[in-house]
T-cell receptor, first 109, second 115 residues
Framework: DAKTTQPNSMESNEEEPVHLPCNHS???????IHWYRQLPSQGPEYVIH???SNVNNRMASLAIAEDRKSSTLILHRATLRDAAVYYC??????????FGKGTHLIIQP | EPEVTQTPSHQVTQMGQEVILRCVPI?????FYWYRQILGQKVEFLVS????????KSEIFDDQFSVERPDGSNFTLKIRSTKLEDSAMYFC?????????????FGPGTRLTVL
């Protein structure tokens, strides 16, 4: 699986938007960009995924650069419950996900 | 909403003993996975299972590990002779389709402690 690079941690205030970046310069044409998160003491949880176009769902938005070498997960209005580790993962097949260290998102009240 | 369940939530065992971790994937899902997370470290892929056979396994999944789908609902991970370094959270996951744009649903995990 191609490698992704994320900041170790980010901090934001409650009720403000959060932009979590991810670089994946070696992405291949068939790789999907997936985002998962892991709340404290829980299993990973799917957030969103995309291939080329920007995507929106009830949890977040995913903005994908035109060259697909980077992407940004957008939480439109962060709550304390969004404090978690966020993982950007490239998926080229149906097999196991390769998790990195992710970004530890801290939300200040 | 359907969810992946895992039992037990916490398992304590002596080094050298066999353990079986159990998972009930979401009922219409076809693809099943096991991952582990040693305390403070990354989530690591162990094995994927499809159509009653292993589809992919990582280097971690050596001969002491095995997986089985003994009936239509359960999916198990067996560790034959546990070592201290097997202490970790073990997560089961399942997905509906066998494609790369499909999400995986994770269970809450089993904490395995090897003494």
């Amino acid at each position: 699986d191609a490698k992704t690079t994320q900041p170790n941690s980010m901090e934001s205030n409650e009720e403000e938007p959060v932009h979590l970046p991810c670089n994946h310069s070696t992405i291949s044409g068939t790789d999907y960009i997936h985002w998962y998160r892991q709340l404290p003491s829980q299993g990973p949880e799917y957030v969103i995924h995309g291939l080329t176009s920007n995507v929106n769902n009830r949890m977040a938005s995913l903005a994908i650069a035109e060259d697909r070498k980077s992407s940004t997960l957008i939480l439109h209005r962060a709550t304390l419950r969004d404090a978690a580790v966020y993982y950007c993962i490239l998926q080229g097949g149906a097999d196991g996900l390769t998790f990195g260290k992710g970004t530890h998102l801290i939300i200040q009240p | 909403e359907p969810e992946v369940t895992q039992t037990p939530s916490h398992q304590v065992t002596q080094m050298g003993q066999e353990v079986i971790l159990r998972c009930v994937p979401i009922s219409n899902h076809l693809y099943f996975y096991w991952y582990r997370q040693i305390l403070g470290q990354k989530v690591e892929f162990l094995v994927s299972f499809y159509n009653n056979e292993i589809s992919e396994k990582s280097e971690i999944f050596d001969d002491q590990f095995s997986v089985e789908r003994p009936d239509g609902s359960n999916f198990t991970l067996k560790i034959r002779s546990t070592k201290l370094e097997d202490s970790a959270m073990y997560f089961c996951a399942s997905s509906e389709y066998v494609v790369s744009n499909n999400e995986q649903f994770f269970g809450p995990g089993t904490r395995l402690t090897v003494l």
